[in-house]
């Protein structure tokens, strides 16, 4: 895709600060699944094994494109603010040792499939820091994963980035390898926020690294923000957002920052005095939105941002924009393959989650093994209502009558849910036209919690377990 059709982003306008009415505030802000998957990840088990995933892969139809998800879990530094699953090591041969294993777990995974070359119609790669690789390991880990799979024509080939210490050669390699697309991480570009989350990020390595990047080939251009950070303000956050709009990014990532260091220690480091409110949140994400939207961008679901014509946008407009674990996604491949400890995979029948601890992970496949730690099968209503998160999270409405006609049940498949939506739509944040349902403008904001009254393990405390999660605002 080229970028000359579409509109030149505006520079961002001022935006007020919108305020959360302090009792919805009170009430739906708390915690809520950020249902990248459904059921979530929390409720997966170790019943799912690698020989259930065996099976599962054999099943896949010869000629339905697949999706590739490879998870480098390397960095060479530590930013306070990450939750992704990751390792710091200053030195290579850890990361190098692990390409070893990477490349005999995608065999591995080939021999389970059988003797069919499977089209790839998309493949990811996340971190940590995919761009740790040398330009070697980058070209060496794409062949290893065309040994095996089919592109497609139309293959979307995205990376993730850190855009600190990125050389030309590093850059090469990218383009050789057939990247498409390239997420660069830029959060904030206050040099006192970026202190706090141990990321200083100088804004001039990042424009040098987007020009590099499509000057070589790769046009497509996602930046991602945050909100919610330690020190930030509202203005703080909009002089981001006006920085990142200079990069002409095709695609904006808006996250909210997730404070969950029960789960990850390292967010002890960021002093939580220093964390804004609840309001401020809110403040934070509205006033961002209302800049993107006046610079031309689509708002799509909970915290995404594109060009008017990026496949996202129109995906968006078609009602086919679907979500995983890398967020929103155009990506409607029948199976997400992922490899690489710790990587997550969907298949028509469920999910699979590998070895999180890089050395049982490596064990694991040396012994010849599938390194699947835990996993969850579909069971009951857990497709029909995972379609109703879906629907709810990419286009804020859902019609619960088509869903019930496409899955073959009856109105009272929803009763529960139907249920639980009655303060929502009383408090004004859902509204219901017969069967559909659509969240109001005021309940955008609280869509993580629309959705969570389609979730019988979240609602119900005999199946929620010990399982907590970041704020829902």
């Known amino acids: 895709m080229t970028m000359q059709t579409a509109p030149a982003p505006a520079a961002a306008a001022p935006a007020r600060a919108a305020e959360a009415p302090a009792g919805l505030l009170a009430k739906y802000g708390g915690p809520a699944p950020r249902y990248t998957s459904y059921p979530t990840a929390p409720h997966f088990d170790a019943r799912v094994d690698g020989g259930v995933y065996a099976n599962w892969l054999a099943q896949l139809p010869a000629d339905q494109a697949v999706s590739i998800y490879a998870h480098i879990p390397f960095c060479d530094t530590l930013c306070w603010f990450c939750g992704c699953q990751t390792k710091i090591t200053r030195r290579y041969k850890p990361v190098s040792e692990y390409l070893d294993v990477l490349e005999t777990e995608i065999a591995l995974i080939r021999r389970a499939i059988g003797d069919r070359r499977l089209p790839m119609s998309h493949m990811h790669w996340g ?20 040994a095996h799979f089919d592109r497609t024509a139309d293959c979307v080939f995205a990376v993730e980035i ?25 959060q904030d570009v206050d040099p006192k926020v970026q202190q706090a989350i141990n990321r200083l990020q100088p804004m001039d390595e990042t424009e040098a690294l987007a020009a590099r990047l499509r000057a070589v080939g790769v046009k497509e251009l996602n930046l991602d923000l945050m909100y919610g950070l330690p020190y930030q303000s509202v203005e703080h956050v909009l002089r981001s957002v006006e920085a990142a709009l200079t990069l002409r990014p095709d695609r904006i990532a808006l996250f909210g920052y997730a404070h969950v260091p029960w789960m990850k220690t390292h967010q002890k480091m960021i002093p939580e005095e220093a964390l804004p409110g609840g309001e401020e949140r809110y403040a934070q994400a509205e006033a961002a939105s209302a800049a993107l939207d006046a610079a031309g961008y689509v708002r799509i679901g909970l915290d995404h941002f594109a060009r008017p014509d990026d ?18 996604t155009t990506d409607d491949a029948s199976a997400l393959i992922g ?27 040396a012994a010849g093994r599938l390194p699947v730690g835990r996993g969850k099968a579909f069971e009951g209503d857990d497709r029909l209502m995972g379609a109703a998160i879906e629907r709810l999270m990419c286009d804020f409405e859902v019609d619960l009558d088509e869903l019930a006609a496409e899955f073959a049940v009856g109105p009272e498949a929803f009763a529960t849910a139907e249920t639980r939506l009655v303060p929502l739509v009383a408090d004004g944040l859902a509204e219901r036209s017969g069967g559909l349902l659509r969240a109001t403008p005021e309940g955008r904001p609280y869509i993580r919690h629309l959705a969570a009254c389609f979730d019988h393990y979240f609602k119900d405390p005999a199946r929620a377990g010990a399982a907590r999660h970041s704020s829902a605002v």
Not at 163 to 175: F, G
Not at 312 to 328: C, D, P
Not at 347 to 354: A, D, F, I, K, S
């Open 127 to 146: 971190g940590g820091s995919p761009t740790m690789l040398t330009p070697d390991d980058v070209r060496r880990l794409a062949r290893a994963l065309d």
């Open 162 to 186: 850190d855009p600190r210490e990125m050389s030309n050669a590093d850059v090469d390699a990218l383009a050789e390898a057939g990247v498409t697309r390239a997420s660069l991480g830029l």
């Open 339 to 365: 490899v690489g400890a710790s990587a997550i995979g969907r298949l028509p029948q469920g999910y699979v989650q590998n070895e999180s601890a890089t050395g049982t992970y490596a064990r694991m496949v």
């Open 311 to 328: 496949p996202m946008a129109i995906a968006h407009t078609a009602g086919t924009l679907k979500r995983n674990f890398q967020g929103y």
